[in-house]
């Protein structure tokens, strides 16, 4: 895997108010990462780092082996999404000029921005026709999201930043926002690196997290790590709540997720997808089971992103 990004003893600190202590993690190139951790934990303060929006008052962040203080600040945040929680868009521009807003300042010219407006989306569900002229406040609050998230995806970035994005959305629409971004994440492999407080939504969107409280790393791991091996008991009680709603092994494999395979010497009899779910996978991720006498096989990120869309619902 190649390192995106490296948070190298990180310390931030007001007077006598210490904000980061002592962090050291890394990134990877094409990673959905998350950071997630209760109020004022620091974790969007360690986001806002890597564009320099906060400097650390101790340590150096990276970015593809470059600490961030050395780039030209313009150009590192031109090269760089942002999706905030509120959407941000500009109320006097129309969609596609908040979309484009970024290609126009790198010189890109105005066809070939509306063009690539057109383009974004499509990609996040929304008709050109429809929306490409009308102005945020004709938007609903979903909507707009999608937009800023287009934005986000204007230059065809490495990496984009979303701090709290979908938090301010109700159920329903967070979880229409989570599916967008994991599709859209599977296509591009861009770099994310998303803050919530919310423990499912990191469960349910996270290739790994990490988890932060009080301004210290309590643990980097995949979903299944964090919620089977928490490193200590704030991790586990903070993920206990988490744990999704199982349903069904008839609902799972209706899922589309689930691949029917030959037998294999690997496979283990399951009746429930709790049993399923305590499986171990095999070196690539893969779960490996039999249900009424057939064979099938689930990645595990798969069947996590699965069990917190449930939780969802």
Same mark, same amino acid.
């Given at each position: ?103 126009? =300042? ?16 499509? =990609? ?190």
């Amino acid at each position: 895997m190649i390192r995106l990004i490296k948070y190298e003893a990180i310390g931030m600190q007001y007077g006598q108010n210490v904000i980061l202590k002592n962090i050291n993690l890394t990134i990877n190139d094409g990673e959905l990462f998350v950071l997630v951790g209760p109020s004022g934990s620091g974790k969007t303060t360690l986001l806002r780092m890597i564009n320099r929006l906060t400097a650390p008052t101790a340590g150096n962040v990276y970015l593809n082996e470059k600490c961030v203080k050395d780039y030209d600040l313009r150009e590192l945040r031109l090269h760089m999404g942002y999706v905030l929680q509120s959407s941000s868009l500009f109320p006097n521009l129309t969609v596609g000029e908040n979309i484009a807003i970024q290609l126009e =300042q790198q010189g890109v010219n105005k066809n070939d921005r509306r063009k690539r407006a057109i383009e974004l989306l499509d =990609q996040v569900g929304l008709s050109a026709s429809d929306f490409i002229d009308r102005h945020p406040d004709e938007l609903s609050g979903g909507q707009q999201q999608r937009v800023a998230i287009a934005r986000s995806m204007a230059t065809q970035p490495q990496l984009i930043l979303m701090d709290e994005s979908f938090s301010a959305l109700d159920p329903v629409l967070r979880a229409q926002q989570q599916d967008l971004l994991l599709n859209l994440h599977r296509q591009s492999r861009t770099t994310v690196v998303f803050v919530t407080h919310d423990m499912q939504e990191a469960l349910r969107l996270g290739d790994r997290i990490a988890v932060i409280n009080n301004g210290q790393l309590q643990q980097i791991g995949s979903p299944n790590e964090i919620l089977e091996q928490p490193a200590n008991q704030f991790v586990a009680d903070f993920f206990a709540t988490a744990r999704p709603r199982l349903g069904t092994m008839t609902a799972l494999l209706s899922s589309k997720l689930v691949q029917k395979t030959s037998a294999t010497d690997q496979s283990v009899a399951v009746a429930t997808v709790a049993e399923l779910a305590s499986l171990t996978p095999d070196s690539a991720g893969w779960l490996h089971f039999q249900y009424q006498g057939q064979d099938f096989q689930i990645q595990t990120t798969d069947l996590l992103h699965y069990l917190g869309q449930r939780e969802d619902r």
